[in-house]
């Protein structure tokens, strides 16, 4: 079953509710800006209009008092050129003297001199906002000049630049035009904006959910499940990373059902193989107890040697399965040391001389007396060796001849067992070193436990050496592996 896409519409909802905060934002951005531009454009076209006014209206004030004609032809003169301009007699603290203003009462008493400095200063040259004596508290664009009276300031003449009614018309038509510059600019920039937004969203969520897909699909047990079609950015990282992870974790649950078989494998062979010397141990002594009496010397004798010889099996396979055990577990450490490899292969040879010699088979030892000592672990290679010689010997009969050769190979010595004994046939060679893995062509009675190879397998992991075999059925078979020279050993 597929995942619904929700991942996309929680991300939709919140990029279509940014989107409609950033219009809003951007709209009253505009308003504001439309208002600043206007008013800036509009104080630079009449930034000289107080100048205009002080230069008509010559005797308006002395400093003390005002004249009521000059403010009677002030107030005819500012409603002939411009009804919407408010003009204000100031005197040098500020505080207002006379007033020409339609409609609204002048609501303040005083008029904050700092902005009027600054754009006298300037001369206009700045886009500055000063107080409204209808509105106190508000901002509004002005024009200002020094009154000049016997050459010496004794008052400002300050005007507001298009009064109430002027500004609720401009508000009136502003806002119109802001709506529409918003509804056909902005906000269709905007919807534009927000439906590509939202179509990458969807192509990246309908990826994140292949991958969703593919991990519920394996958690369910399909162990095959990969994400296709992914490969780009951060999504296809993720799924490439997914599909190696699932390769392995695959690759793992194979591996641990196949050891899974081998355990069973194991177990029913070492069941058979246990089941067998025990029988026959059980045999031969109920025998002994029931007809002890009635046989001969010679028959006790022979039943207690197979007997013997069943316990010695028996011993020897529970060895073997012991060691094996603790080479896999890694419970065995190597003790590394400088040991003569020449006096090994001669104890062993002289060791198994007596076996082979019953056998008809000779044991030839072949060195140089001058080889340098390697570093390994004695008791493992010991024990290698010897595994390897009871099957070299096992593959042999009488006339055959194993042999053990020691060689310089750069900064290793090499170690060959070779016999002329039947071979192993090369559909066997592949699975010597498998645990319990007997050959086919052992009879019962040569068959050993199984494991004698596999433990020779772990021995040279542990040294990180690598053992190798060939052979040629009915012609004999090579063991040979290498061990590092003392002092060129790699730890």
Do not use: W
Request: proline share 2%; charged share 25%.
């Amino acid at each position: 079953m597929k995942t619904k896409n929700t991942l996309f519409f929680k991300i939709a909802g919140v990029l279509t509710l940014l989107f409609v905060l950033l219009a809003f934002l951007i709209t009253k951005s505009s308003r504001s800006l439309s208002e600043d531009y206007h008013d800036e454009i509009s104080q630079g076209l009449n930034k000289h209009v107080a100048k205009y006014i002080v230069e008509e209206i010559q005797g308006l004030y002395d400093g003390d008092t005002v004249a009521a004609a000059k403010m009677s032809s002030l107030m005819h003169h500012v409603m002939a050129t411009n009804p919407a301009t408010e003009v204000y007699l100031l005197d040098l603290d500020g505080n207002i003297l006379k007033h020409v203003a339609m409609n609204k009462e002048v609501k303040a008493k005083t008029i904050n001199l700092e902005p009027i400095k600054a754009f006298i200063a300037k001369d206009g040259e700045v886009f500055i906002k000063g107080d409204d004596p209808k509105l106190p508290g508000t901002k509004k664009i002005f024009s200002a000049a020094p009154y000049i009276y016997n050459n010496k300031p004794v008052g400002y003449i300050y005007t507001i630049v298009g009064g109430n009614d002027y500004d609720t018309l401009i508000a009136k038509h502003e806002a119109s035009y802001i709506r529409k510059l918003s509804v056909r600019t902005m906000l269709y920039a905007l919807f534009a904006a927000l439906v590509i937004a939202l179509i990458a969203v969807y192509f990246l969520t309908r990826n994140f959910n292949k991958i969703t897909d593919a991990f519920k699909s394996f958690k369910h047990g399909n162990h095959d499940a990969r994400v296709v079609g992914v490969t780009h950015g951060e999504m296809g990282m993720l799924a490439s990373t997914y599909n190696d992870m699932a390769d392995t974790i695959q690759s793992n649950i194979q591996e641990l059902q196949s050891v899974d078989t081998l355990r069973k494998e194991l177990i029913a062979n070492i069941s058979h193989d246990l089941r067998t010397p025990i029988a026959s141990i059980r045999g031969f002594i109920e025998t002994l107890l029931i007809k002890g009496d009635d046989l001969k010397a010679e028959e006790k004798t022979r039943y207690m040697e197979i007997v013997l010889k069943n316990s010695d099996r028996l011993k020897k396979l529970v060895d073997d399965l012991f060691e094996l055990s603790l080479l896999e577990a890694q419970q065995k450490h190597l003790q590394p040391e400088a040991i003569q490899m020449a006096e090994i292969i001669q104890d062993i040879a002289d060791k198994y001389r007596i076996i082979a010699k019953n056998k008809g088979i000779s044991i030839n030892t072949v060195y140089s007396k001058d080889l340098p000592l390697v570093y390994a672990d004695i008791a493992l290679i010991d024990r290698a060796l010897q595994n390897i010689i009871d099957n070299a010997i096992k593959h042999c009969k009488s006339g055959d001849v194993v042999t053990l050769e020691l060689l310089r190979e750069d900064q290793n010595v090499m170690i060959k067992v070779a016999d002329t004994g039947s071979g192993i046939a090369s559909q066997e060679l592949p699975h010597i070193f498998e645990r319990y893995r007997k050959g086919k062509f052992y009879s019962d009675a040569e068959k050993g436990s199984g494991l004698g190879l596999a433990i020779v397998k772990k021995i040279m992991d542990l040294h990180n050496a690598s053992i190798k075999v060939t052979s040629i059925k009915n012609k004999g078979t090579e063991f040979f592996f290498s061990l590092p020279i003392h002092g060129h050993a790699i730890s």
